[in-house]
Nanobody
Framework: QVQLVESGGGLVQPGGSLRLSCSAS????????MAWYRQAPGKERELVAS????????NYAESVRGRFTISRDNAKPMVYLQMNNLKVGDTAVYYC????????????WGQGTQVTVST
C-alpha cells in the first residue's frame, strides 16, 4: 500500500525555519519525482520544489528559491523540505507528492501538514 506521510509543520515567526519530512512507503522511490506542493486558503495548489530521485536534479518555485531546499534520503526513504527565512506568504498546507518518471498515472499525495508563519 502506497503511503506518503508528512510531518514537521507548525507555527513559526517570520524569519524562522522549519523542516518538513515526507516518509514514503509502498513504492520504489528511485523511479519517481518527489515534490512539495502547497495550498493557501482561497488559492490553487502550487508546486514549491521537486527532486528527481534517480539523479538528484532539483527544481524550485521562484518565490522560494534561495530560501527552501529539497533533499532526499533514498535509504530511509524520506524527502525533506528545509524552509528558511519564512514569510507570512509561505503560510499554507504543504503536501508531499510522488509521480513516476515514465508513467505519470502513478501519482500519490500525502495528507498535508499545516505551516503557519505569523507574529
Amino acid at each position: 500500500q502506497v503511503q506518503l506521510v508528512e510531518s514537521g509543520g507548525g507555527l513559526v515567526q517570520p524569519g524562522g525555519s522549519l523542516r518538513l519530512s515526507c516518509s514514503a512507503s509502498g513504492f520504489t522511490l528511485r523511479y519517481y519525482v518527489m515534490a512539495w506542493y502547497r495550498q493557501a486558503p482561497g488559492k490553487e495548489r502550487e508546486l514549491v520544489a521537486s527532486v528527481t530521485i534517480a539523479d538528484g536534479v532539483t527544481n524550485y518555485a521562484e518565490s522560494v528559491r534561495g530560501r527552501f531546499t529539497i533533499s532526499r534520503d533514498n535509504a530511509k526513504p524520506m524527502v525533506y523540505l528545509q524552509m528558511n527565512n519564512l514569510k507570512v506568504g509561505d503560510t499554507a498546507v504543504y503536501y508531499c507528492n510522488a509521480v513516476h518518471t515514465a508513467w505519470r498515472q502513478y501519482e500519490y499525495w500525502g495528507q498535508g501538514t499545516q505551516v503557519t508563519v505569523s507574529t
